[in-house]
């Protein structure tokens, strides 16, 4: 299993302000699948993803990646871990305005074997058109296609998106996630994606309902992406 959750918790606040975000979540996933965790807003879901990615620190739990434990790793080796394993997307595609497409890719290459080539990339997400133009000269669509792209650059195992359209109409989303699934195809990434939106769910191999801060169900879904 690529990745494995056993008894994810965590609190926020103290004392008599202490609330129990995760009470106790169990989740696996498998390399190269596109997986939704699916709640309404509050139900820990950016937390979740948080705690994966290496941003926040669990108060109990498991979890293993390719193998590797990462909940109590050392702060300097964290660093590295996101470096090299993690991309990041979210409802705000926090480009860098004064950069233009490519050079906003740009930033997040990695040198090495593990690179990939950079116009392969741009072309994949349909930006080739696009790469000498700044941000605000693009569409809602196009920024996320950009943002999906520097996180895709540096060629990380798991790429994890924080309600990746949620600034997106129903036709841009389903686009975006089709780009996602050609990601996926072309380079292997494991994709887990966080939203409270029924319909981005069924576009994904599997749902995960989030509940009273646990995975209260699972639903493996037939035919992903045929969904309109
Ligand atoms: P979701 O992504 O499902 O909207 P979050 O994981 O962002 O949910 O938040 C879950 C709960 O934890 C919410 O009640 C939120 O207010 C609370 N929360 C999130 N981050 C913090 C924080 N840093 N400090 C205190 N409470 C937080
Ligand atoms: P959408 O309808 O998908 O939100 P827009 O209407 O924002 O898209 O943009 C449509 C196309 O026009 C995009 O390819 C974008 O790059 C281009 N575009 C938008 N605004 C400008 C502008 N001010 N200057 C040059 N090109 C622009």
Known sequence: MFL???????????????????????????????????????????????????????????????????????????????RDMIGFIFQSYNLIPNLTVKENIELCQKLGDKAIDIDEVIDLLG??????KFPRYLSGGQQQRTAIARAIVKNPKLLLCDEPTGALDYETSKETLRLLEV??????????????????????????????????????????????
């Open 127 to 132: 930006l080739t058109e696009h790469k000498n």
């Open 183 to 228: 990601v996926r195809k072309k380079y292997g990434t494991t994709i887990l994606m966080v939203t409270h939106n029924e319909a981005i769910g069924k576009m994904a191999d599997k749902i995960l309902k989030i509940s009273g801060g646990e995975i209260a169900k699972e639903i493996v879904v037939e035919n992903p992406l045929s969904v309109d």
């Open 4 to 82: 494995e959750i056993k008894d994810l918790k965590k609190f926020y606040g103290e004392k008599e302000n202490r609330i129990c975000v995760l009470k106790g979540v169990n989740l696996s996933i498998e390399e190269g699948s596109i997986v939704v965790i699916l709640g309404p807003s509050g139900s820990g879901k950016s937390t979740i993803l948080n705690i994966i990615g290496g941003l926040e620190v669990p108060d109990n739990g498991t979890i293993l990646i390719n193998g590797k434990k990462i909940d109590n790793m050392k702060a300097s080796n964290l660093g590295k871990y996101r």
